[in-house]
């Protein structure tokens, strides 16, 4: 399949918006969909006819209202600029009208400097941070987003009920659907049910999505996303993985902004609903986004050392040392909801332990041992989710482990025992990660000096994500009652 984009049309070089205008004249485009994401995580569009957009725009910009997107400027200043990467024009698939979507960077109209709230222009910073300090000139990012596909979901908040509602023809709570008479929609329940947490890999007709995934993978590869491994993941209620091939940071965040798009439309064409939420199902395995990082530098994997523990250099271990003492804050992005939480439970598999160990699945850091050959050599951080906004936490990442690597950071003894069976006094001796949004908010709080190195952070950008989370998100689930607290205290 040949991808539909701009970098395939410009063959190597340089892309220039002249490209960009070919390509939409070769595929006969009508629309150009720009798409920027706000301080959450979301992605925002805007379209434009293909006849009033020329190469000017790629410089000009596009204005629009920031006193509108989430996390952006008040109204007395709300006047912004939208700058298009013409590196990232792919063909849209999911329009009526051709359509081209660009992805932008965000600008001030009069001082026409990059915004400092732009998430994406975070991550250009970045990764020009990681070459300024000399240590490599590349850091590579290999995200595993898990997600749910379901039939049905419904959902209300109100001052006198709350609820929720998902379904999943191959739950296993729908096991006795239909006993003694066809289900709701006149078919016959064939079995075939999966149990609870057996997802992890039955075949069909168990698995009823191996062709929509399938479908997935084929929409991500013609918009120039390689993809990797796709399967169903241990949550038997539709739970499921499509593993894109490793990137470089910034390009691997425009990835998972693009694959989450892809997967959610697909899904919708199919008659289902794709959804990134890290904890929709109670006693079901929740949605992590387990990130492999490795630093290059000159076309060396500086991971990698055959004499170190699990095939690490010092340097790699350092890094490691950074991501474990900065764990907690960096939850504040890589956890960043209260649902995060939900899947973060001390005592089952969650990743929840601020330690390392090649194999060990409950450790905050992995290390992978599928290859020993020096360029596979890689770190695995577990405890983030896919709700995180990828350009926040991927830099968050990198900068934690820049800091380990500056300062030289011991991530102490490797733990490669089953953490279940240590002894209270053993485990306890275990810092973990946060337990609540709350917590990991008043860890970035006290611990974010590290994010600020090289302006990468800005001071304004963490006070606004503090803010935000505690009182649009924090303090609104706090706020409401709980659905089984009317269990536990109706009664009192």
């Known amino acids: 399949m040949t991808p539909m984009t701009v970098e395939r ?29 706000d301080l959450p995580g979301t992605w925002q ?12 725009a790629f410089i000009e910009g596009l204005g629009f209202d920031g006193s509108s997107i989430r996390g952006f400027q008040e109204i007395s200043e709300s006047d912004m600029v939208l700058m298009p990467d013409a590196s990232t024009a792919v063909i849209d698939p999911f329009h009526e009208q051709k359509t081209m979507s660009i992805m932008c960077g965000v600008i001030d109209p009069i001082t026409r400097e990059q915004y400092s709230r732009d998430p994406r ?28 596909i379901f039939d049905h979901v419904a959902f209300d908040q109100r001052a006198n009920t709350a609820f929720y509602e998902v379904e999943s023809e191959e739950a296993y709570w729908n096991m006795g659907r239909g006993f003694g008479r066809s289900d ?14 057996q997802g992890y890999f039955p075949a069909s007709p168990a698995d009823v999505h191996g062709d929509l995934r399938s479908r997935m993978v084929t929409s ?6 390689h993809c990797e491994f796709h399967h169903h993941e241990v949550g038997s209620a539709g739970q499921a993985e499509i593993d894109l091939r490793f990137n470089t940071l910034l390009r691997m965040a425009d990835q998972i902004q693009l694959s989450k798009y892809v997967v959610k439309n697909v899904a919708r064409e199919a008659g289902k609903s794709a959804t990134y939420m890290p904890k929709p199902l109670y006693e079901e395995n929740g949605s992590g986004m387990h990130v492999h990082q ?16 699990g095939l690490l250099s010092r340097e790699s271990l350092n890094y490691i040392g950074g991501l474990l003492q900065h764990g907690k804050a960096l939850m504040a992005f890589c956890a960043p909801t209260t ?30 041992v599928y290859s020993d050959a020096p360029k596979a050599k890689r770190l695995e951080f577990r405890p983030p989710d896919p709700a995180a906004n990828p350009y ?7 900068m934690a482990g820049l800091d380990g690597i500056q300062n030289r950071i011991d991530p102490g003894q490797p733990l490669d025992v089953d953490v279940f069976e240590l002894p209270a006094e053993e485990l306890a001796k275990i810092e973990q990660v946060p337990s609540s949004l709350d917590a990991a908010i008043d860890a970035l709080e006290e611990d974010h000096e590290f994010l600020l190195k090289g302006g990468v952070f800005t001071e304004d950008l963490i006070q606004t994500w503090i803010e935000y989370k505690r009182s649009e998100e924090a303090d609104q689930v706090r706020l409401r009652p709980h659905p089984w607290e009317f269990a536990l205290y109706y009664d009192t």
């Open 339 to 368: 649902n995060s939480y939900r899947r973060l439970v001390p005592g089952y598999e969650a990743p929840v332990n601020l330690m390392y160990s090649q194999r060990n699945r409950s450790a905050a850091v992995r290390i992978p």
């Open 45 to 56: 569009h805007i379209g434009l006819s293909i006849h009033a957009l020329d190469e000017d």
């Open 184 to 197: 709701l929609n006149g078919n016959s329940n064939l079995g075939y049910k999966m149990r609870s947490q």
């Open 9 to 37: 049309f410009a063959a190597g070089r340089e892309v220039k918006p002249a490209d960009v205008l070919a390509l939409a004249q070769e595929h006969g485009v009508r629309m150009v969909d720009f798409k920027f994401t």
């Open 294 to 309: 490795s630093l290059w530098k000159g076309g060396e994997n500086l991971m990698y050392d055959f004499q170190g523990y």
């Open 121 to 148: 222009y975070v991550a250009q910073k970045a990764e020009r941070y990681l070459l300024d300090t000399g240590i490599a000139d590349t850091c590579y990012m290999g995200p595993e987003a898990e997600f749910y």
């Open 220 to 225: 991500l590869e013609s918009m120039g996303i």
């Open 392 to 398: 926040l936490a991927f830099s968050a990442m990198m």
